[in-house]
Nanobody, 126 residues
Framework: QVQLMESGGGSVQAGGNLRLSCVVS????????MGWFRQAPGKEREGVAA???????KYTDSVAGRFTISKDNAKNTLYLQMNSLKPEDTAMYYC????????????????????WGQGTLVTVSS
């Protein structure tokens, strides 16, 4: 059974940085679109960043230039480096394996997610 487990969330002040990690079990990340999405209280889920099988990257506009998605295949781990955090980044963050839609359109409806973790909470105070 494929498992994804996120960690690294926490509470930071605006302008601070966090690095989220997602350990992936029983799945070769090289074969799938992998990404991060988030959900803030009372809001819809939102695609944040994705990395495709060819290494191409996608970011939603609100995080482009501040967040960086990467992966370490040797450690079976997906990362999201988040810099210059803003209060509007406050949300539960999830890593996910997607059938490909996330890597094609990061702003899409997240209808092709196949597996995701339990999430890690990021809180940014002003």
């Amino acid at each position: 059974q494929v498992q994804l487990m996120e960690s690294g969330g926490g509470s930071v002040q605006a302008g601070g940085n966090l690095r989220l990690s997602c350990v992936v079990s029983r799945l070769n990340m090289n074969n799938y679109c992998m990404g991060w999405f988030r959900q803030a209280p009372g809001k819809e889920r939102e695609g944040v960043a994705a990395i495709d099988t060819d290494g191409s990257l996608k970011y939603t506009d609100s995080v482009a230039g501040r967040f960086t998605i990467s992966k370490d295949n040797a450690k079976n781990t997906l990362y999201l480096q988040m810099n210059s955090l803003k209060p509007e980044d406050t949300a539960m963050y999830y890593c996910a394996q997607d059938r490909g839609l996330l890597c094609f359109d990061i702003t899409g409806p997240l209808s092709a997610l196949e597996v995701w973790g339990q999430g890690t909470l990021v809180t940014v105070s002003s």
